[in-house]
Structure formats: structure tokens, C-alpha cells
């Protein structure tokens, strides 16, 4: 039990188009979502908290316009970065709250978003 | 401000010895404490957590962790190590139950055969 996916595994798009990152927990409802990215060799960052039905939470420093959340359903938040650029390369990761008080995320597998 | 230290960046142990991985926290209160590992490319998988009660935690794969109030720490041991165990180690902090997650800045572990 609690799964979560991330779809697609790999993404490689030109300087200047947007990515869309999706997020499902796929055996359990998730009010919250997480949104972490990681660089290379490094630990990971929070982004932003997705809250299912509300506007995400953004960590400081992170642009809300560039990176556009969106957390319709209980299974399911999204991750959109508009004009990407080469310093937008990197692992993204999002993690969901799952346990009958919402107390663990689980993570799923992450996206490599290169632009080129 | 809260942190998350582990200190050991990388860790070489041969295979079928002990281990143990470091993590110390600063935070006033107890936090809920969480050892994650990464495979290469891979998401996080949750080896164990503590929120309260017993002191010593099991997780998955054989891994235990230990919950040291008075020195801030969680570190994490197995008593033989496996070649499969060869990943990225993090240790996590949440400072509210279900809240947002602070990570250490992880231990790489290499087996030697």
C-alpha cells in the first residue's frame, strides 16, 4: 500500500516551453502533497505543500508563476514549469500524506526534467 | 532555526558488517523523525519513523533506529549490511504531524564485497 507515481519518468524540452508533472497516490486519498526538487549529489528541497481543493503553499524563493501547482482531486496534483529554462533541470519529487492521521509521505519515483 | 545534520557524507563498510548512519536534530521539542532511503534515480522509500513511545524502531530490511532525546539524535544501524543496501540514506524531521519535512543533506553508503 500506499503508492504513489509520478508520470513521465523523464522529460527533455526546449528553453522556453512548459512541463506538466503529474503526481497520483494510487491506494489512498491525499489532502496533502508535497513538491521537493533535488539536485545532483544534494538533499532534497521543498518546493511547495499541495492541499487538495486550495491554492499551494510555496516555500520561499520559489516563483509561484513558474512553478504552477495544482491539486484537483484527492489522487491526484500536478506540477507545471512555464517557460522552462536550463537552470530548471533537475529531479523533481513529490510525496503524498498517507496513515489514518495523514503523518507519512511517501514519495514517488521522481521526474528528470532537462531543458535544453 | 531547525536543522537536520548528518554527518557522514560517505560511508564504506564491507559486506556482512555493522552499520550505523548518524543523524542529530536541532529542534526544541520532539520532532517526528523519519529515515528515508534513495536509490540512483529512484524516489524515497520510508525504511522507519518515530513519532512516540519506544525509544528503539524497527523499519524494513532489517534496519533499526534509535531515538536519543538527550543527544538530539536518530541514528540508524543494521546489523549486517547487505550489497543491495548500497544507496543514499536521509534522515527527515517534521516539526507537526503531517506538516512539511526537513531533510539532512544525506549519507552516501558504498558495500564492499
Known amino acids: 500500500g500506499a503508492v504513489v507515481s509520478q508520470h513521465p519518468s523523464r522529460v527533455i524540452c526546449k528553453s522556453g516551453t512548459s512541463v506538466k508533472i503529474e503526481c497520483r497516490s494510487l491506494?489512498?486519498?491525499?489532502?496533502?502533497m508535497f513538491w521537493y526538487r533535488q539536485f545532483p549529489k544534494q538533499s532534497l528541497m521543498l518546493m511547495a505543500t499541495s492541499n487538495e481543493g486550495s491554492k499551494a503553499t510555496y516555500e520561499q524563493g520559489v516563483e509561484k508563476d513558474k512553478f504552477l501547482i495544482n491539486h484537483a482531486s484527492l489522487t491526484l496534483s500536478t506540477l507545471t514549469v512555464t517557460s522552462a529554462h536550463p537552470e530548471d533541470s533537475s529531479f523533481y519529487i513529490c510525496?503524498?500524506?498517507?496513515?489514518?492521521?495523514?503523518?507519512?509521505?511517501?514519495f514517488g519515483p521522481g521526474t528528470r526534467l532537462t531543458v535544453l | 532555526a531547525q536543522s537536520v545534520t548528518q554527518p557522514d557524507i560517505h560511508i564504506t563498510v564491507s559486506e556482512g558488517a555493522s552499520l550505523e548512519l548518524r543523524c542529530n536534530y536541532s529542534y526544541g521539542a520532539t520532532p517526528y523523525l523519519f529515515w528515508y532511503v534513495q536509490s540512483p534515480g529512484q524516489g524515497l522509500q520510508l525504511l522507519l519513523k518515530y513519532f512516540s513511545g519506544d525509544t528503539l524502531v524497527q523499519g524494513i530490511k532489517g534496519f533499526e533506529a534509535e531515538f536519543k532525546r538527550s543527544q538530539s539524535s536518530f541514528n540508524l544501524r543494521k546489523p549486517s549490511v547487505h550489497w543491495s543496501d548500497a544507496a543514499e540514506y536521509f534522515c527527515?524531521?517534521?516539526?507537526?504531524?503531517?506538516?512539511?519535512?526537513?531533510f539532512g543533506q544525506g549519507t552516501e553508503l558504498s558495500v564492499k564485497p
Open positions: 510525496s503524498a500524506l498517507a496513515g489514518g492521521a495523514g503523518d507519512t509521505q511517501y
Open positions: 491506494d489512498f486519498q491525499a489532502t496533502t
Open positions: 527527515a524531521v517534521g516539526l507537526t504531524q503531517g506538516g512539511k519535512l526537513i
